[in-house]
Nanobody, 125 residues
């Protein structure tokens, strides 16, 4: 059974940092691309970052470039999202998702096959 479990969310002041984790079971990251998405109340789910080890690509949304870093630990089958210089507009539920290594667009939630339950990130001003 494929399962993704996010952790690491919480409440942080603006300018602070958090590291989110996405632990996978039932598959290995070498076979899938992993995306991080977020959804704020009343807004659509948006892509934040993406990594495909098979293709060798990483992507970031313009809103997080230079502040967020995606990485992976194959031994732990875990993908991380290091978030620095957090802003109140980063407040959202963050999800990780797994999809085929070759996606038409990493920003499209429909491209992904599996989703975690989400973890809340709240940034206070």
């Amino acid at each position: 059974e494929v399962q993704l479990v996010e952790s690491g969310g919480g409440l942080v002041q603006a300018g602070g940092s958090l590291r989110l984790s996405c632990a996978a079971s039932g598959f290995t990251f070498d076979d899938y691309a992993i995306g991080w998405f977020r959804q704020a109340p009343g807004k659509e789910r948006e892509g934040v970052s993406y990594v495909s080890k098979r293709v060798g690509n990483t992507y970031y949304a313009d809103s997080v470039k230079g502040r967020f870093t995606i990485s992976s630990d194959n031994a732990k089958n875990t993908v991380y999202l290091q978030m620095n210089s957090l802003k109140p507009e980063d407040t959202a539920v963050y999800y990780c998702a797994a999809g085929p290594s070759f996606l038409r667009s990493w920003l499209m939630p429909g491209e992904y096959d599996y989703w975690g339950q989400g973890t809340q990130v709240t940034v206070s001003s």
